[in-house]
């Protein structure tokens, strides 16, 4: 085989390497695959969703955590929640909360009565 042809060769498999490369990282940071949330009105208090592109994987209607269905009182509790949760599943941590993340984000876990 001459040089040649070694070269091309060479050339051929390195770039069907970067191309290979280019279109698995492409595909594994695809918007069909990053999370995201969003707040859920519920006309009396707010809730929140987790989203997998377009698919629900968490619908969170009242705050977790608490015994009872309380619902968040601002959209803006919602969103911190739903901040904190999305983190910890991006960090692969399980999405569950404890008291002490409510206490952190100001949430509160009094059940009204």
Known sequence: MSSTIK???VIVLFLALVFGYSIYNQSATSPSQLFHSEVV???DGYGYQIMRGEKVIILQEYIPGLSGKQKFETEE???KTASLVLSKIEDGESPMLLPSDLVELNISTVVDH
């Open 41 to 43: 009105d519920l006309n």
């Open 77 to 79: 509790q919602a969103l």
């Open 7 to 9: 070269y091309s060769v």
